[in-house]
T-cell receptor, first 115, second 112 residues
Framework: DAGVIQSPRHEVTEMGQEVTLRCKPI?????LFWYRQTMMRGLELLIY????????DSGMPEDRFSAKMPNASFSTLKIQPSEPRDSAVYFC?????????????FGSGTRLTVV | DQQVKQNSPSLSVQEGRISILNCDYT??????FLWYKKYPAEGPTFLIS?????DKNEDGRFTVFLNKSAKHLSLHIVPSQPGDSAVYFC???????????FGTGTRLKVLA
């Protein structure tokens, strides 16, 4: 299994531009999570999907952020327009809902820099 | 409001000695806890877990202790090795939810 795959690994963009981050979860996992890592807040949950349906998006900072999961093998996190304060590492993770012992499997993350 | 807190941003320990990483939580509904380890430029990876029905879980050099009355858990690494140098996150969840709340992390440096 290739694990959770995120792309791109690094993204540098100018303020005001649209940014799209991509995630392919582990095959068979039915829950998908987007987290953001910052020094101040650690790993912050942005949104999570169960069976492709958004269950909790209370962590999405504002309307500039949106996430979709059109099918079980793909999800996107979009920021439009991007701002310098969005600079962070964004992680995608997946799990089999109800399977607690090992938590999630994380991807390697996308480091976003907005200048 | 941080429901899971790791108050020590960093910790340095000599190789061979014990590393103790601490985590506090505020939500009494949390009943399952995890520790993750994160190397630079990689995603966090699962290390060890504990259910609230236990007060200790051991896996090789790693032991997690849970004190429910104090809402405190700790991760002990004995003996510490240079390869243990990483950022450690604790995370908590409650039954019926599939999301984990993470702490801010503790950066452990094991000195050779």
């Amino acid at each position: 299994d290739a694990g959770v795959i995120q792309s791109p690994r690094h993204e540098v963009t100018e303020m005001g531009q649209e940014v799209t981050l991509r995630c392919k979860p582990i095959s068979g996992h039915n829950s998908l999570f987007w987290y953001r890592q910052t020094m101040m807040r650690g790993l912050e949950l942005l949104i999570y999907f169960n069976n492709n349906v958004p269950i909790d998006d209370s962590g999405m900072p504002e309307d500039r952020f949106s996430a979709k999961m059109p099918n079980a093998s793909f999800s996107t996190l979009k920021i439009q327009p991007s701002e310098p304060r969005d600079s962070a590492v964004y992680f995608c993770a997946s799990s089999l809902a109800g399977s607690r012992p090992y938590g999630y499997t994380f991807g390697s993350g996308t480091r976003l820099t907005v200048v | 409001d941080q429901q899971v807190k790791q108050n020590s941003p960093s910790l340095s320990v000599q190789e061979g000695r014990i590393s103790i990483l601490n985590c506090d939580y505020t939500n009494s509904m949390f009943d399952y806890f995890l520790w993750y380890k994160k190397y630079p430029a990689e995603g966090p990876t699962f290390l060890i877990s504990i259910s609230s029905i236990k007060d200790k879980n051991e896996d090789g050099r790693f032991t997690v202790f849970l004190n429910k009355s104090a809402k405190h858990l700790s991760l002990h690494i004995v003996p510490s090795q240079p390869g243990d140098s990483a950022v450690y996150f604790c995370a908590a969840s409650s039954s019926g939810t599939y999301k984990y709340i993470f702490g801010t992390g503790t950066r452990l440096k094991v000195l050779a």
